[in-house]
């Protein structure tokens, strides 16, 4: 909505001091100046109330002070700045002109131009505007100059939910034309490369299938939704009509760099294992910055404004990366040089928002983030390659190892299998020449076969009562061993027969858990390789290693496994009926831990003769039953 209001008083009551705030002077041999310091005249409203009408009076242009910085700032977000500048000689220029704004997260710009007829007009702008209400279809907000005869006094308005720079860039539209173009080519390229990256380590996450691929994606994706929003890109091509989108797409994307650049740097270094501080260090972070996330979001999205805070996740990243490469892993060395660029960009950055004025000298300082966010990818590619070809390098080592065994294991079967051959010669030869023995044997095997004969009857006889003898001695010796396997009197020294060690009960432990096959409890994989721990089972695909107490009643077991057989065993017998201090006696262990362990199993026994689910044959029924 345009507002007019007459200029005839300006020129009246025209103070002293505007004509000595600095004046920038049109030149065609000039094709664009950037408004620093005395340039631009500044006047805060903390009452939010002042009109265009109130500002051209003499009391409040007096209330104009010269900036003193590089780049003007909304400093304070309750308040609305106004600036003003001082643009003369355009009507002999030969070009048109055009006033820029380079930060595009402004939420409320109106600029006042005077026209032709000494009238101001009021042309707003802004991010809380669609994007179809600008003049130019471009990512900054611009504004053309009428020519005029005289001087012209420029005021802006500016009021911002967040800090914006206000920079200000007098441009002919030629210049603005080529800028515009080359300035397109570049961040066409700069989010190509994004793109790039993403899709090769894509296309390796689904090859190999490691988790810190698609993190690694994730996080380029997020950086370029973050360089999207802080261009203004985003606005223009992703969600042009949807201008409330301005205020949180930046914090959320930020948000999303965080997260996944430490998940990445998680896994690439493998703080689980080389760093376990700096993992949970990471891992309290991470539900801290969660927590600030959606404060920020629901309470108050001012405070996505504190985008020093993602210095810490960065140093952090920083640290386990030179942490992890002191400690030998080579692949951290790319990975290190790539977040010392993005240090380095990121001081930059931080240092121009403070206000050091000689480090905003040009564009390269400018989108000096931007540029070592692309050497940052490029070196931690270099990292994830090395990552890789380190990986590849491990299995074809042991892919080695295990050629080398089937040759071992191949020359092994034919030494065996030589030895057989000569022991089946030797055996052949004596067989044939006991042949001839036993032909002759066999002439008198035919007499005794008479006499056996005659014998046979009387054998059959007899077998048939020795069958119903047989019956009875083997029910009595079936009798006789459960009794004695249920005796009470069996002692300890008898049952370490049995199981006299660790070693021993543990491999008796897996033979049961793993009867049907091992199954992962992570991933639910079926391939594994030995444990660290004694015939424990690591899974081969999540490196998940379960050891053979786990979901067992001696898991995490302050005593003896042996006596802990021992004493599942006599509470068998008894069926629960041993006291603790009897099993202290045997066991040689405190009555106390005798108790605890006995009430479990207590439990468990009286269960299952409650259900009829008891097994009264055998005792190793209990073995696998969870704590």
């Given at each position: 909505?345009?507002?007019?209001?007459?200029?005839?008083?300006?020129?009246?009551?025209?103070?002293?001091?505007?004509?000595?705030?600095?004046?920038?002077?049109?030149?065609?041999?000039?094709?664009?100046?950037?408004?620093?310091?005395?340039?631009?005249?500044?006047?805060e409203?903390?009452?939010n109330?002042?009109?265009?009408?109130?500002?051209?009076?003499?009391?409040?242009?007096?209330a104009?002070?010269?900036?003193?910085t590089?780049?003007?700032?909304?400093?304070?977000?309750?308040s609305?700045?106004?600036?003003?500048?001082?643009?003369?000689?355009?009507?002999?220029?030969?070009?048109?002109?055009?006033?820029?704004?380079?930060?595009?997260?402004?939420?409320?710009l109106?600029?006042?131009?005077?026209?032709?007829?000494?009238?101001?007009?009021?042309?707003?702008?802004g991010?809380?505007k669609?994007?179809?209400?600008?003049?130019?279809?471009?990512k900054?907000?611009?504004?053309?100059?009428q020519?005029?005869?005289?001087?012209?006094?420029?005021?802006?308005?500016?009021?911002?939910?967040?800090?914006?720079?206000?920079?200000?860039?007098?441009?002919?539209?030629?210049?603005f034309?080529?800028?515009?173009?080359?300035?397109?080519?570049?961040?066409?390229?700069?989010?190509?490369?994004?793109?790039?990256?993403?899709?090769?380590?894509?296309?390796?996450?689904?090859?190999?299938?490691?988790?810190?691929?698609?993190?690694?994606?994730?996080?380029?994706?997020?950086?370029?939704?973050?360089?999207?929003?802080?261009?203004?890109?985003?606005?223009?091509?992703?969600?042009?009509?949807?201008?409330h989108?301005n205020?949180?797409?930046?914090g959320?994307?930020?948000?999303?760099?965080?997260?996944?650049?430490?998940?990445?740097?998680?896994?690439?270094?493998?703080?689980?294992?080389?760093?376990?501080?700096?993992?949970?260090?990471?891992?309290?972070?991470?539900?801290?910055?969660?927590?600030?996330?959606?404060?920020?979001v629901?309470?108050?999205?001012?405070?996505?404004?504190?985008?020093f805070?993602?210095?810490?996740?960065?140093?952090?990243?920083?640290?386990?990366?030179?942490?992890?490469?002191?400690?030998?892993?080579?692949?951290?060395?790319?990975?290190?040089?790539?977040?010392?660029?993005?240090?380095?960009?990121?001081?930059?950055?931080?240092?121009?928002?403070?206000?050091?004025?000689?480090?905003?000298?040009?564009?390269?300082?400018?989108?000096?983030?931007?540029?070592?966010?692309?050497?940052?990818?490029?070196?931690?590619?270099?990292?994830?390659g090395?990552?890789?070809?380190?990986?590849?390098?491990?299995?074809?080592?042991?892919?080695?190892?295990?050629?080398?065994?089937?040759?071992?294991?191949?020359?092994?079967?034919?030494?065996?299998?030589?030895?057989?051959?000569?022991?089946?010669?030797?055996?052949?030869?004596?067989v044939?020449?006991?042949?001839?023995?036993?032909?002759?044997?066999?002439?008198?095997?035919?007499?005794?076969?008479r006499?056996?004969?005659?014998?046979?009857?009387?054998?059959?006889r007899?077998?048939?009562?020795?069958?119903?003898?047989?019956?009875?001695?083997?029910?009595?010796?079936?009798?006789a061993?459960?009794?004695?396997?249920?005796?009470?009197?069996?002692?300890?020294?008898?049952?370490?027969?049995?199981?006299?060690?660790?070693?021993?009960?543990?491999?008796?432990?897996?033979e049961?858990?793993?009867?049907?096959?091992?199954?992962?409890?992570?991933?639910?994989?079926?391939?594994?390789?030995?444990?660290?721990?004694?015939?424990?089972?690591?899974?081969?695909?999540?490196?998940?290693?379960?050891?053979?107490?786990?979901?067992?009643?001696?898991?995490?077991?302050?005593?003896?496994?042996?006596?802990?057989?021992?004493?599942?065993?006599?509470?068998?017998?008894?069926?629960?009926?041993?006291?603790?201090?009897?099993?202290?006696?045997?066991?040689?262990?405190?009555?106390?831990?005798?108790?605890?362990?006995s009430?479990?199993i207590?439990?468990?026994?009286?269960?299952?003769?409650?259900?009829g689910?008891?097994?009264?044959?055998?005792?190793?029924?209990?073995?696998?039953?969870?704590?």
């Open positions: 909505m345009k507002t007019f209001f007459k200029t005839l008083g300006l020129f009246i009551f025209f103070p002293v001091f505007v004509l000595a705030q600095k004046q920038v002077k049109i030149n065609d041999a000039v094709s664009q100046h950037i408004f620093t310091f005395d340039e631009v005249c500044v006047l409203d903390s009452s109330a002042l009109m265009l009408k109130d500002i051209l009076k003499p009391e409040y242009n007096n104009f002070k010269p900036n003193l590089s780049t003007p700032q909304n400093l304070h977000l309750q609305t700045y106004w600036y003003r500048i001082n643009i003369a000689g355009e009507k002999d220029s030969k070009k048109n002109w055009i006033l820029e704004f380079f930060d595009q997260t402004i939420d409320d109106v600029v006042y131009l005077p026209d032709s007829n000494n009238h101001y007009v009021a042309h707003a702008a991010d809380e669609v994007f179809s209400s600008r003049s130019l279809a471009h900054n907000f611009e504004f053309r100059l020519k005029e005869s005289k001087s012209q006094l420029i005021y802006v308005k500016v009021k911002s939910r967040q800090i914006a720079d206000v920079i200000v860039v007098l441009r002919s539209v030629d210049w034309i080529h800028y515009a173009l080359n300035e397109y080519l570049l961040f066409g390229l700069f989010y190509g490369m994004i793109l790039i990256f993403s899709f090769y380590n894509l296309v390796m996450y689904f090859a190999v299938r490691q988790i810190q691929y698609l993190y690694y994606v994730l996080y380029n994706l997020s950086v370029g939704i973050f360089e999207l929003s802080s261009d203004g890109l985003a606005y223009q091509y992703l969600w042009p009509n949807s201008p989108w205020q949180y797409a930046f959320v994307a930020l948000y999303s760099v965080s997260i996944f650049a430490l998940l990445f740097a998680k896994k690439l270094l493998h703080l689980k294992t080389k760093s376990p501080f700096l993992n949970k260090l990471i891992n309290g972070f991470l539900a801290l910055r969660t927590l600030f996330f959606f404060a920020c629901f309470i108050n999205p001012v405070w996505f404004n504190y985008k805070l993602e210095l810490i996740p960065l140093l952090l990243s920083y640290v386990a990366g030179i942490m992890v490469y002191k400690k030998g892993y080579k692949p951290a060395r790319f990975f290190v040089l790539g977040y010392t660029f993005l240090f380095v960009g990121f001081v930059i950055k931080f240092l121009i928002t403070l206000g050091v004025t000689w480090l905003n000298i040009d564009a390269i300082a400018y989108y000096s983030l931007s540029i070592c966010f692309i050497l940052e990818m490029f070196f931690l590619s270099f990292s994830i090395d990552n890789f070809r380190i990986l590849k390098l491990k299995k074809e080592k042991a892919q080695r190892r295990i050629i080398d065994q089937f040759k071992v294991n191949e020359k092994l079967k034919d030494n065996l299998n030589k030895q057989l051959e000569d022991k089946v010669a030797l055996r052949t030869k004596e044939y020449e006991k042949s001839a023995l036993i032909i002759e044997k066999n002439k008198e095997l035919v007499g005794v076969n006499l056996l004969k005659e014998q046979s009857e009387e054998i059959t007899m077998n048939s009562l020795l069958s119903i003898d047989n019956v009875a001695l083997k029910t009595n010796v079936a009798q061993t459960r009794a004695r396997i249920m005796d009470d009197e069996v002692n300890f020294e008898e049952f370490s027969n049995i199981y006299p060690d660790k070693e021993t009960c543990c491999k008796l432990l897996g049961l858990k793993w009867s049907d096959g091992f199954k992962c409890k992570r991933c639910g994989g079926d391939q594994y390789f030995q444990g660290h721990q004694l015939y424990s089972r690591r899974c081969s695909k999540c490196s998940y290693e379960e050891s053979v107490t786990n979901g067992t009643l001696f898991q995490n077991s302050r005593i003896a496994i042996n006596k802990g057989f021992y004493l599942l065993f006599l509470n068998y017998q008894t069926k629960g009926k041993i006291s603790s201090h009897k099993l202290s006696e045997i066991l040689q262990i405190r009555q106390s831990t005798c108790w605890t362990y009430t479990k207590k439990k468990l026994i009286t269960a299952k003769i409650k259900n689910t008891f097994d009264k044959t055998t005792w190793s029924t209990f073995l696998l039953t969870e704590d």
